[in-house]
């Protein structure tokens, strides 16, 4: 990372694709994780939507440079990827059992075990979130016309093996009803929305069953339901924020960028109060103005 004319300079494709993969063995067979960044960083784990990996699902979050700078300047990354959905997966034998969700959770677990980690942030999309909030429950209580995004997705479709993500997602359509135990979770939790997203009355209702003591919602206009490929930049305040609350942002020292820093002209009024800062949180329509 450089200070290049008063804007972070970060090579974001080396950042993105000089990660180191581990083979984990759990308890439901081998996962493949994708580690980035200093293993003595606070951990977050990540993972993707049915049918993508962490390359289809995060890097046009990871590929923006200020995202870059926050996550990788204060977090090692562990990006795991369901079984069958690494590039060039084979076919997974028909005689392997389909594994449930609470399979999926526990192998997350056997991941943070792998890694001798212990308490860790999460980031997860739809059915990973679905998974990461399963597994924390467990671990952790402690109409928009086909974009370029929706078309790159129908591909990596066409490109999976189908009958490995159909397995995943035979887990996902059994998956059992988490509402009646969102209330005991205790871990902190920032829901991203698209306005346009099909899932918008499921995040809501979400929301409304959370502690809110311990739960934001933030409803990023302009886009769909991949809010991590669509619209990045609109993450990245209240992601700041969310951080804070944990003590765990620390600024980068090159960081100049008006949309990184936490600057009072790019930010919402309603952010600002104590209570705010990642713990509760009014439903905030975002949209990032470049011209901040």
């Known amino acids: 990372m450089g200070d290049s ?10 950042l993105f694709f000089g990660g180191k993969e581990h083979r984990v063995q759990t308890r439901c067979g081998i996962l493949s994780v994708s580690v980035y960044g200093d293993e003595d960083k606070p951990a977050l784990i990540t993972y993707p939507d049915v049918a993508l990996n962490y390359m289809s699902c995060f890097q046009g979050l990871f590929f923006c440079p200020e995202a870059a700078s926050l996550l990788l300047h204060n977090f090692c990354v562990y990006h795991i990827t369901p079984q069958g959905h690494e590039l ?12 449930s969700v609470d399979d999926l959770a526990d192998q997350v677990a056997d991941v943070l075990d792998f890694f001798s980690l212990g308490s860790v942030m999460c980031l997860g999309v739809t ?14 209580n402690g109409q928009d016309p086909e974009s370029e995004i929706v078309q790159a997705c129908r591909s990596l479709l066409h490109e999976r093996q189908g009958a490995n993500v159909w397995r995943f997602l035979q ?14 979770l205790q871990c902190r939790t920032l ?21 809110q003591r311990y739960c934001a919602l933030v409803e990023v206009q302009a886009c769909g339901s991949l809010v991590t490929e669509e619209q990045p930049h609109a993450m990245l305040i209240p992601m700041e924020y969310f ?4 003590g765990l942002y ?9 949309r990184s820093t936490l600057s009072p002209f790019c930010i919402s009024p309603e952010l600002l109060s104590p209570e705010s800062m990642g713990v509760k949180l009014k439903p905030i329509k975002t949209r990032i103005s470049l011209n901040a």
């Open 5 to 14: 004319s008063g804007s972070v300079s970060i090579d974001v494709e080396r």
């Open 88 to 99: 060039g997966a084979a076919p997974i034998p028909s005689d392997v059992p389909v594994p």
């Open 127 to 140: 059915a990973g979130a679905y998974i990461l909030t399963l597994f924390a429950e467990v671990r952790g």
């Open 171 to 184: 887990a996902i359509n059994k998956r059992h009803d988490l509402t009646d135990a969102l209330k005991k």
């Open 191 to 211: 829901i991203f929305v698209g306005e346009y997203s099909q899932f918008h009355v499921d995040a809501v209702h979400m929301t409304t069953k959370l502690d």
């Open 243 to 246: 951080l804070m609350g944990y």
């Open 250 to 258: 620390r600024p980068s020292q090159h960081e100049s960028s008006p």
